[in-house]
């Protein structure tokens, strides 16, 4: 299983961001996926959740309404499209396979200057 992201970067306060996560390894149709996100000092947080055909979508409601997951399961990639985005949203974002403590991939830097 391999789970790589990216699209991080650093913008400002109101800015957006599209994060990318490149799958393989597995039947990716098969699995929900996940965004989840760590801020330095502090645990990991769940961020959306999406189930294996992208018909349904959760989120936490730190993010609802102004964060959006997709995936196209054609490319075998998931996507998380943050708008809005605020000081706090500025963390290490991981995408994870299947559930909270699934694997995961390396991350990509997300950094909201205010």
């Known amino acids: 299983v391999q789970l790589v992201e990216s699209g991080g970067g650093m913008v400002h306060s109101g800015g957006s961001l599209r994060l990318s996560c490149a799958a393989s390894g597995f039947t990716f149709n098969t699995e929900a996926m996940l965004w989840v996100r760590q801020a330095p000092g502090k645990g990991p947080e769940w961020v959306s959740t999406?189930?294996?055909?992208?018909?349904?979508?959760y989120y936490a409601d730190s993010v609802k309404g102004r964060f959006t997951i997709s995936r196209d399961n054609t490319k075998n990639t998931l996507y998380l499209q943050m708008n809005s985005l605020k000081p706090e949203d500025a963390a290490l974002y991981y995408c994870v396979k299947g559930t909270r403590n699934g694997v995961r991939g390396q991350g990509t830097q997300v950094t909201v200057s205010s």
């Open positions: 999406i189930n294996p055909r992208g018909s349904s979508t």
